[in-house]
């Protein structure tokens, strides 16, 4: 395929994608159905009915191998019993590999199944005695040559007082003791882009917005005030930064409480977020409202379009999720969420966090990005074998903002090419090309080259100049080196969540205790072992006593040993007194998010 006519394609395909995002299907046209039942939410099992018109002979059907993660996660393994009907009569069913089944009939295809959903957070689907809260690309079959047509998705026997909440319209209808809710979507990919929450949720609109943004509250204690307070500030500063916003209704999914999962998923017009209490929404809603934006519309064409049965490899998430964190950063400082003393100990933070893995050496932006289907491998997270494209982009986003204001003397700015960018790219309906696209766009904005930076620390891994580029916006970089603790082995966890010792470091107190490769730990100070030993490490001290009970060769035996120690370098960003008029013009600009008009002479 010639380069002119792959381009056709693709904007082609954008522009279908922002067609399916419109609205609901329209009257005159057959849509692929489904109905989900949830009348026994303590099962955990959603009885899902797909019916399919129109099968001139045979039909294939698929469940998704991926979703939400960048993650192979086979979502059929949850599925059982699948049989299918055309018309009244049943219809032979073929399971052709573990996500495809084929089925041979004519007319109106019906098929049902189960599956078996009940794990919690925002990447996930879960059904219990408290909620259901719904990826539908989880939960449903789609038709491979068909996904571009209408569906309908409808919830009979939903149990009361529970309600459902989606980014598009509800449709309700109460029945006896159970209510029925149902939704329309352009396509069955538009419909995956939609998670559904069910429950007795707490639901408002935030106000003094300039769109319709409403929020839908599961979980425990929160504050109504905090949420609407810091949600409104968020959205209104990224509206704004961004011209406009490119949705006429929105919804936050906020799952809040011990056991919510943590993180957020970002949708084209609703985000999920699972956090232990609201004290920790602002860091995650700003980044995942900004994505609105970055990954949903101003998207890579890596990424499109998308292809449900295997991994789909990009270059480009260090921009998309690294650079969508510097702007969580920014929009918390510039919103005053934060004070500036909070955004530099960020930028300390996720320096000193790159700077600690020594896989920084040799694995760029890039790489790290094209990787990310790895990071399902705890091996693979390891300091020693990976850097996240999170944390370096993020870095290369600050750095790169500061580099175009010193050279077009803060006139211009990183605001501005994410702003070019939706113009050029998601207004016009077109995916941009990696970091190509991203380093035309700097310089079109700067007016020169930006070819080195991004050969030596975006596609290579140059040391990154922090010294140098952070001394143009008038701050400085400084070190501390302080001891932490440390556990003396790697520890690896399995699927099933059994941890079993990786590496045993040569001369550490756990190796003097006896501890081994291979050893599986069962008990941790005659408790359970801590889900994130990382965690657990970090908030101890050096010498503290560990007593592990542990498995080896079918024999079990206790071990005690201290926690080691280590000198750990941390940076910390702080302003220079000495900067010069130029640079505090920079650093006021990147704080406050504004740029500089030369006066018409």
Same mark, same amino acid.
């Given at each position: ?48 009915? &797909? ?29 059982? *019993? ?55 690309? &989880? ?54 882009? /939609? ?118 490899? @990009? ?8 650079? @969508?964190? @510097?702007?969580?950063?920014? @929009?918390?400082? *510039? ?19 790159? /700077? ?66 939706? &113009? ?67 520890? /690896? ?57 542990? *498995? ?50």
């Amino acid at each position: 395929m010639t380069a002119q006519s792959s381009r056709a394609r693709a904007t082609f395909l954008a522009m279908a994608f922002f067609v399916c995002m419109l609205g609901s299907p329209g009257p005159s046209r057959a849509a692929i159905k489904y109905e989900v039942s949830i009348s026994h939410p303590e099962q955990h099992i959603f009885h899902v009915t &797909m019916t399919i018109p129109d099968v001139s002979r045979e039909v294939t059907v698929q469940m998704p191998a991926w979703n939400a993660l960048y993650q192979i996660r086979d979502f059929a393994s949850h599925v059982r *019993r699948v049989e299918a009907f055309a018309g009244t009569s049943v219809a032979p069913i073929e399971k052709v590999d573990k996500e495809t089944w084929r089925v041979t009939g004519q007319g109106t295809i019906t098929i049902r199944y189960a599956t078996y959903w009940d794990d919690v957070g925002p990447f996930a689907t879960q059904l219990n005695g408290e909620h259901a809260f719904i990826n539908p690309a &989880m939960i449903l079959f789609y038709v491979p040559d068909r996904r571009g047509e209408d569906v309908h998705l409808s919830f009979p026997d939903v149990p009361a007082p529970w309600r459902a909440a989606s980014a598009g319209p509800i449709l309700e209808e109460s029945m006896g003791g159970a209510r029925n809710f149902a939704l329309d979507a352009r396509s069955y990919d538009a419909l995956a882009d /939609e998670p559904i929450e069910i429950s007795n949720f707490k639901e408002f609109r935030l106000p003094g917005l300039p769109v319709d943004i409403r929020v839908a509250v599961h979980g425990d204690e929160w504050s109504q005030k905090k949420i609407e307070g810091e949600l409104s500030r968020i959205c209104n500063y990224e509206i704004k930064m961004m011209d406009g916003a490119p949705f006429e209704h929105y919804l936050f999914i906020l799952h809040i409480g011990r056991g919510a999962g943590g993180g957020g998923m970002e949708h084209a017009n609703s985000t999920a977020i699972g956090i232990p209490s609201d004290e920790y929404l602002s860091g995650v809603a700003a980044h995942e409202f900004f994505h609105l934006w970055n990954v949903k519309r101003i998207r890579p064409s890596t990424l499109e379009p998308v292809d449900y049965t295997k991994e789909q490899y @990009t270059r480009a998430l260090w921009f998309a999720e690294g650079v @969508t964190s @510097t702007y969580g950063a920014y @929009t918390l400082m *510039r919103s005053g969420i934060w004070n500036k003393e909070r955004f530099y100990a960020d930028l300390g933070d996720q320096i000193s966090e790159l /700077e600690s893995r020594p896989a920084n050496r040799w694995q760029s932006a890039e790489q790290s990005s094209l990787d990310a289907w790895l990071e399902k491998y705890s091996l693979y997270n390891g300091p020693e074998d990976s850097v996240s494209y999170y944390t370096k982009g993020q870095l290369l986003g600050d750095l790169l903002d500061i580099l175009i204001r010193d050279r077009t003397n803060n006139e211009k700015s990183l605001d501005d090419v994410l702003r070019g960018m939706n &113009m050029d790219f998601a207004k016009q309906g077109k995916f941009y090309r990696d970091s190509l696209d991203i380093r035309l766009e700097a310089e079109k904005v700067a007016g020169g080259s930006f070819e080195d930076f991004f050969r030596d620390y975006v596609a290579a891994a140059g040391p990154l100049p922090y010294q140098q580029i952070l001394g143009l916006a008038g701050l400085e970089l400084k070190t501390v080196e302080h001891k932490k603790p440390v556990l003396g082995f790697v520890p /690896e966890r399995d699927s099933s969540g059994t941890i079993t010792v990786r590496i045993v470091d040569d001369g550490s107190p756990a190796a003097e205790a006896g501890l081994h490769s291979g050893d599986v730990i069962l008990k941790w100070n005659d408790g359970d072992v801590p889900r994130s030993l990382g965690r657990w490490v970090r908030e101890r001290q050096p010498g503290e006593i560990v007593k592990v009970r542990i *498995r080896r060769e079918e024999k079990e035996q206790t071990l005690q040993f201290k926690l080691g120690e280590e000198k750990e370098v941390l940076y910390q960003v702080a302003e220079d007194s000495h900067a010069g008029e130029k640079a505090r013009r920079i650093r006021e600009g990147l704080l406050r998010g504004i740029t500089e008009t030369v006066p018409a002479h």
